[in-house]
């Protein structure tokens, strides 16, 4: 075959430094569309992006040359470097340190989608951290309680 052809759907997920309410409602829709332009500038293509105060999820496509741990310090360098350039009142920003990534099939990315737009509404009966657990579950991914949180 001559071409190499892919289909690489992550959701990503992280959060604040301490998971501290830094994303207002007032800002949000900026820092999403700030988050996409980086995705897009490093060859992804964001498909959905949304979050609450405290975190972020991302839905995204891959290009097969970019591991997901050098897309995600892309994403998060570059967002954090300009909302402290750009927000003042946002000078002590960070991110976590660690983030959560998750294969999504093409035939699933309606259902993420539809997820990651609803999360005002889905975060009214569940915390961050319970959200994240329940992620972490579903993939199979085994962790320790007392390393998930900064």
């Known amino acids: ?52 105060p405290d975190h972020v999820h991302m839905a995204v496509g891959l290009p097969p040359t970019l591991a997901v741990s050098k897309a995600l310090q892309q994403i998060k360098g570059g967002s954090s470097k300009w909302l402290k350039e750009t927000f003042p009142a946002m000078r002590g ?13 093409k035939s699933n990315l309606p259902t993420l989608t539809a997820y990651i737009e609803k999360q005002r509404e889905h975060h009214r009966r569940k915390t961050f951290k319970e959200e994240f657990v329940a992620l972490l579950v579903r993939h199979g991914i085994d962790y320790e309680e007392r390393y998930l949180w900064d």
């Open 1 to 52: 075959m001559g071409n190499t052809f892919t289909s690489l759907h992550c959701h990503f997920v992280f959060s604040t430094k301490h998971r501290e309410p830094w994303i207002s409602h007032e800002i949000e829709e900026r820092i999403w569309s700030f988050l996409g332009g980086i995705a897009r500038e490093n060859g992804m293509k964001p498909i959905r992006i949304g979050g609450m």
């Open 93 to 105: 920003f960070a991110w976590q340190d660690g983030y959560g990534a998750f294969a999504v099939s």
